[in-house]
Nanobody, 125 residues
């Protein structure tokens, strides 16, 4: 089992920045990809970004490229999401998730094996 705990959400004005953190515990050696996904009110959950747990591969949704950066600190078993130039349409609950295999797309919700509880990000206009 892998446990994931997100933190860092909040309220920010458009154009501002936030950094989310996701601390992993348990069988972290089994993690292959870590991802951030979000769900806005009334919308389906969508992929935001992902990173290889061991390696440098990163993946981004087109909507966040150039504004969001995913990174990790393996010594702390923590993944970060730096969000800059936030827009009102970025408002959502952001979830951290872990895949334990390299099979399947990081953009597919169903490929993630473990999920955090989510953290709210609200961007005001």
């Amino acid at each position: 089992q892998v446990q994931l705990v997100e933190s860092g959400g909040g309220l920010v004005q458009a154009g501002g920045s936030l950094r989310l953190s996701c601390a992993a515990s348990g069988r972290t050696f089994s993690i292959y990809h870590m991802g951030w996904l979000r769900q806005a009110p009334g919308k389906e959950r969508e992929f935001v970004t992902a990173i290889r747990w061991s390696g440098s591969n990163t993946y981004y949704a087109d909507s966040v490229k150039g504004r969001f950066t995913i990174s990790r600190d393996n010594a702390k078993n923590t993944v970060y999401l730096q969000m800059n130039n936030l827009k009102p349409e970025d408002t959502a609950v952001y979830y951290c998730a872990a895949k334990v295999t390299g099979i399947g797309s990081v953009a597919s919700m169903s490929r993630y094996d473990y999920w955090g509880q989510g953290t709210q990000v609200t961007v005001s206009s």
